[in-house]
C-alpha cells in the first residue's frame, strides 16, 4: 500500500477544499480508511473514516455536516470534502489504512489501528 495523499492548500474561513487519498500500490477496496489531522502542538485525531465496501462512515463530532467523505472506486482513491472551513481545521491532514476484515463495521479511530500512512498535506484556514 502506498497512499498519497493531496488537495491541501490555504482557503478563507467558510471556504472549502477536498482532498484526496490514492493508493498507487493496490486497490482501497480491502481497506478501512482513515483521514486524521494534527495541529502544531497537538496530538494527531482522528476526522473521518470509512470502510470501502461495508458500514457507515464516521466523523468526528466538530466536522459533522461539514467534511463529507466519498470514493471514486475508478480511481482507486478516496476524498475528504470539506466544506465551512474553520480556523481551527488548520493542520496536517493524512490518509490511513488498515485491512477492512481485521476491524468492525464502524472504522477504528485510533491512531495505532492503521499500518498504512500516507504524507501529509497541509490545511490552513485564515479567519
Known amino acids: 500500500v502506498q497512499l498519497q495523499a493531496s488537495g491541501g492548500g490555504l482557503v478563507q474561513a467558510g471556504g472549502s477544499l477536498r482532498l484526496s487519498c490514492t493508493d498507487s500500490g493496490s486497490s482501497l477496496s480491502r481497506y478501512v480508511i482513515g483521514w486524521f489531522r494534527q495541529a502544531p502542538g497537538k496530538e494527531r485525531e482522528f476526522v473521518a473514516g470509512?470502510?470501502?465496501?461495508?458500514?457507515?462512515?464516521d466523523y468526528l463530532d466538530s466536522v459533522k455536516g461539514r467534511f463529507t467523505l466519498s470514493t471514486n472506486n475508478a480511481k482507486n482513491t478516496v476524498y475528504l470534502q470539506m466544506s465551512a472551513l474553520k480556523p481551527e481545521d488548520t493542520a496536517v491532514y493524512y490518509c490511513?489504512?488498515?485491512?477492512?476484515?481485521?476491524?468492525?463495521?464502524?472504522?477504528?479511530?485510533?491512531?495505532?489501528?492503521?499500518?498504512?500512512w500516507g504524507q501529509g498535506t497541509l490545511v490552513t484556514v485564515s479567519s
Open positions: 490511513a489504512a488498515d485491512l477492512s476484515r481485521r476491524h468492525s463495521d464502524y472504522p477504528p479511530r485510533r491512531v495505532t489501528a492503521y499500518s498504512y
Open positions: 470509512m470502510h470501502l465496501t461495508r458500514g457507515r462512515p
